[in-house]
Nanobody, 119 residues
Framework: QVQLVESGGGLVQAGGSLRLSCAASGRDFSGYTMGWFRQAPGKEREFVAAIIWSADITYYRNSVKGRFTISRDNANDTMYLRMNSLKPEDTAVYFC????????????WGQGTQVTVSS
């Protein structure tokens, strides 16, 4: 059974940095696309970044390009999201998710970690 566990959220001032981690277990993730999503209060969940696990190809939403970096550690089946130059509008619950290769559907989700950016 796939399990995704996020950590690393917290409270940070605008301009600061955080690194989120997503520990993945229960499957060989080499054929997966792993992603980060976020949901702010009163808003829909939105895509933040994704990485094709085996190819190390990355994707970002425009508003985080140049500030956020997604990466993965194959040896430990862990995905990261390094967030720099954080803005109050980045405040949200951040979720990691996994999509089996070729499906385009994120079928596995973590429980989320809160990121709060104060102005």
């Amino acid at each position: 059974q796939v399990q995704l566990v996020e950590s690393g959220g917290g409270l940070v001032q605008a301009g600061g940095s955080l690194r989120l981690s997503c520990a993945a277990s229960g499957r060989d993730f080499s054929g997966y696309t792993m992603g980060w999503f976020r949901q702010a209060p009163g808003k829909e969940r939105e895509f933040v970044a994704a990485i094709i696990w085996s190819a190390d190809i990355t994707y970002y939403r425009n508003s985080v390009k140049g500030r956020f970096t997604i990466s993965r550690d194959n040896a430990n089946d862990t995905m990261y999201l390094r967030m720099n130059s954080l803005k109050p509008e980045d405040t949200a619950v951040y979720f990691c998710a996994a999509a089996e290769g070729g499906t385009g559907t994120y079928g596995h989700w973590g429980q989320g970690t809160q990121v709060t950016v104060s102005s």
